[in-house]
């Protein structure tokens, strides 16, 4: 009973929103490099500045605005870009491994920036330096015994790939995107098992991801670009178990629960359709094939798929040795449109008048993480890997220097005793918990550094301000007894 022995107790992160040295060592400009950041609780969004056709600029929300087709975006001098040092781990990347040793991490989640590879993506060679700094960071980590778990893509496009082709839009970006995979996978097999595709697979809808102008008028261009991406996937798969058969390639999707309002038979179909914008992912990358209900989705708007002749062979050859999944919270599904709205993770939510939330307005839901568990596992019967959980809360440092964070140790706690009941009570086959920003980096939503999830504190602010500094919270030493114990003592 309780969790295996090769359990994976670790922690997450993403290039973009902890490395910094955004143009060092010969990387290119990425989409997230342009990107602003933002006040989640004043509401004031992420933007980007665009140079447009006619030669004007503008600033747009990058999340509830088109990006206008022709529009380049660029840096502009006068604001902050928080991926630009984020918390430094470039070059902190020695002392944060130590202290992920000291925790007693088994594992640890990173992605790799694309454009420190190819810096703009369609690059014939790559870069050494690049290479070499990832090296690095991989020799540290096995150093203290830690398995380095590598998202391939977070939240991450080539700048130049958005421009010049339209990003995933355009087939010959999974071509650019492969010719990256090949060469990280032969560099690194030796010192990489674990990989993960794309993050939040789900969430890959807009420009940012994508690199699809006027997106949300172009619903067919998206379906073509997200078709794009399950193929790539797919290759990655094929590809990784012919370099390293021992390679475990996983999905990685966000995946919230969502329970109907009411005994209502039709709220219970409504949470059935929008499961589907999660399910529609694992069924692909899990079965190996698209579901009939997105078939029948796209035909009812028109939508007909340019695919090549042997992508539904690749799909049904491509699917995934286990699913990673983030989860923070839940939401309600009903058919009352004027229902109560909070945010949720990238999006917003239902109101559940039965859970609490956090301060970004999240709602707080540890069985809801155990229902998960089940749902997946039973479904797709691979085994799950939680790679992304955390509270993202204000944190104060006390005059000493001390910062107390027990609202995350309670947060932590409360899932991971409905993790051990999947695991016990229901027989999940889980390999790892991973909880999100193990050090305190950029907010992907908001670009907040206020909104912190870490172990580990980083002395810097919203404006750039800060040493760097780093300082261990509360819950470092409680997660480091968790790590010990193999999740036995979470007190
Ligand atoms: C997920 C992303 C992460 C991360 C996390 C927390 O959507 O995969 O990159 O940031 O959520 O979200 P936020 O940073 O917006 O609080």
Redesign the pocket.
């Known amino acids: 009973m309780g969790f295996r022995k090769d359990f994976f107790w670790g922690g997450?992160t993403?290039a973009n929103?902890y490395e910094g040295g955004y143009l060092s060592g010969g990387k290119g400009l990425a989409l997230q490099d342009v990107i602003t950041g933002g006040d989640?609780r004043q509401g004031i969004p992420r933007r980007m500045a665009l140079k447009l056709a006619d030669g004007s600029t503008k600033f747009i929300d990058r999340r509830n605005e088109d990006v206008p087709a022709g529009a380049v975006p660029y840096i502009d001098e006068n604001t902050y870009y928080p991926s630009h040092v984020a918390t430094d781990f470039y070059h902190h990347y020695k002392e944060d491994i130590a202290l992920f040793a000291q925790m007693g991490f088994k594992s640890f989640r990173m992605s790799i920036n694309w454009t420190r590879i190819f810096p703009h993506g369609d690059d014939e060679q790559p870069n050494e330096e690049g290479l070499k700094f990832y090296d690095d960071v991989f020799d540290e980590c096995l150093k203290y015994g830690i398995e380095p778990q590598v998202t391939i893509i977070?939240?991450d496009l080539p700048l130049n790939l958005a421009v010049q082709y339209e990003g995933w839009l355009d087939r010959r970006t999974i071509d650019f995107y492969m010719r990256y995979v090949e060469t990280i996978f032969n560099r690194y097999k030796d010192k990489v098992k674990y990989w993960l595709t794309f993050?939040?697979i789900n969430?890959c809808r807009d420009y940012t991801n994508l690199g699809i102008t006027e997106a949300s008028k172009r619903p067919d261009k998206v379906a073509q670009a997200v078709h794009h991406l399950l193929v790539a996937a797919a290759k990655t798969v094929i590809l990784g178990h012919e370099i390293n058969p021992d390679f475990m390639i996983g999905m990685m999707i966000?995946f919230s629960e969502s329970y109907p309002e009411d005994m209502n038979p039709l709220n219970t179909l409504q949470n059935i359709v929008e499961q589907r914008a999660r399910t529609f992912y694992t069924d692909v990358q899990c079965f190996g094939y698209y579901p009939e209900y997105k078939w029948i989705e796209y035909k009812k708007a028109g939508i007909e798929l340019n695919m090549e002749e042997d992508d539904l062979d690749i799909l049904a050859r491509g699917t995934v040795d286990y699913i990673g999944f983030?989860y923070?919270s839940s939401s309600v599904a009903t058919i009352n449109k004027t229902a109560k709205k909070t945010q949720s993770?990238?999006t917003s939510a239902v109101v559940n008048p039965y859970l609490k939330a956090n301060d970004?307005g999240?709602q707080i839901d540890p069985v809801g993480l155990r229902i998960v568990l089940n749902r997946l596992y039973y479904t797709y019967h691979k085994p799950l890997w939680i790679v992304?959980n955390?509270l993202?809360a204000i944190d104060v440092v006390e005059e000493d220097g001390s910062i107390h964070d027990p609202y995350r140790i309670d947060y932590m706690r409360q899932h991971i005793i409905e993790m051990k009941k999947a695991v016990d009570e229901d027989g999940v086959d889980l390999m790892g918990y991973m909880p999100?920003?193990c050090i305190d980096?950029?907010?992907?939503?908001?670009g907040e550094m206020r909104?912190r999830?870490g172990f580990i504190y980083v002395d810097m602010d919203d404006d750039g301000h800060g040493d760097l500094h780093r300082a261990k919270k509360d819950s470092f030493y409680w997660y480091k007894k968790v790590c010990e114990s193999n999740g036995e003592d979470l007190d």
Do not use: D, I, P, R
């Open positions: 997450a993403a929103q989640g977070h939240f993050n939040e969430f966000n983030s923070y993770n990238l970004w999240w992304e955390g993202g999100w920003g980096v950029v907010s992907a939503g908001t909104k999830y």
